[in-house]
């Protein structure tokens, strides 16, 4: 498969999806660095877009670009129909915007936080306070919201400062690795955040540190090493660009056992165990295969287990780097082909 990019999603009909944001050949350097050499990118409207990539690969630099915070030196691309360059005030009018690092004020209330965003919006003062209202509602900061900011937890901040970004009702938002630095419990809250945006109609660009963030959210990932898209699709199709897996059946009747080693010569064969792993893209059209096999022969396995890569190994094959940021109950890093198991 192709390291490139992936086919588009389709709507009926067989038209391609609209884009909510697309790019061509986008470039950006800071002096003799090459941050971002010639990406290409097309984020279907109401989707999840995860860009992932080692400390220093451009993914800020990606959003900043998309969001007209900085100018690219070349390429093209369209954010909710507009042009980049020749209609950034058309760009920043559908969107929203969560950085990396908080837009909160600490020394106000989170209420007063949210009249500032609605003024800066050109919001009458009655839409201001309705507008606030609801979103503290929504985001479950009603009984903070009259409290000085510097008060909430991180996960509170957070909140706050995506409730403060849907003030413009934006239609596409771009997350900067918003669950940084967030425990377990808010990260999951901020993951169905996510998920009620997308739910709405909201196009959500997120970047992040962590895989299975991505793995969990994204209709579609990209990942982004030396400035080039190494590979873009969805989670299963990046997961098929790895080798390593495989189907493991396992017998307990000795003579059924044989009799599949026979037949299937492309499987290893453990004697012991009384196991045959047989190679597989993971893809339902090989399992498909397999099991009618398996009811032709009339061989019956007593176990049969899918052992698939992981985006971890994934990042690890296509970056060469070590793994990006985990929290203290995320999984730890696996080892390339060395692949995971999953009993159907």
Do not use: C
Not at 143 to 169: E, F, Q
């Amino acid at each position: 498969m192709p390291s490139s990019v992936m086919p588009t999603p389709r709507q009926g009909g067989g038209h391609p999806s609209p884009a909510a944001v697309s790019a061509v050949q986008l470039r950006k350097s800071y002096g003799d660095k090459t941050v971002l050499d010639g990406i290409d990118l097309r984020i279907p409207a109401g989707s999840v877009f995860a860009l992932l990539g080692p400390n220093g690969a451009g993914k800020t630099t990606t959003v900043q670009i998309l969001s007209t915070l900085i100018s690219a030196d070349g390429g093209q691309a369209q954010v909710a129909g507009h042009d980049i360059a020749t209609s950034p005030d058309g760009v920043r009018a559908a969107i929203g915007v969560t950085g990396q690092f908080s837009a909160v004020d600490g020394l106000i209330t989170g209420e007063e936080n949210m009249l500032l965003m609605a003024d800066l919006h050109h919001l009458s003062k009655r839409d201001g306070r309705r507008v606030a209202a609801e979103l503290l509602e929504r985001f479950d900061l009603t009984d903070a919201a009259k409290r000085p900011a510097s008060t909430y937890s991180g996960g509170m901040r957070r909140r706050l400062d995506i409730a403060m970004t849907l003030v413009g009702d934006p239609r596409i938002i771009f997350l900067d690795e918003p669950t940084t630095g967030l425990d377990p419990r808010a990260r999951h809250n901020m993951w169905g955040i996510i998920r009620e945006l997308v739910t709405g109609g909201v196009t959500v660009f997120l970047t992040t540190q962590y895989l299975d963030e991505a793995d969990e959210l994204a209709d579609r990932i990209a990942v982004l090493n030396d400035g080039k898209i190494a590979a873009q699709g969805t989670a299963d199709e990046l997961k098929r660009l790895i080798p390593g897996g495989h189907v493991r059946l396992r017998f307990a009747d000795p003579a059924a056992y044989q009799s599949a080693a026979l037949a299937l010569r492309e499987g290893t064969r453990d004697d012991e165990a009384l196991s045959l792993r047989i190679p597989s893209d993971g893809s339902q059209r090989e399992l498909r295969s397999l099991l009618d096999w398996l009811d032709a022969a009339g061989v019956e396995a007593d176990e049969l287990t899918m052992h698939t890569p992981d985006l971890d190994d994934v990042f690890f094959a296509l970056t060469g780097s070590g793994m990006p940021g985990r929290n203290s109950q995320t999984k730890q890093p696996s080892q390339p082909n060395q692949p995971k198991e999953n009993v159907r």
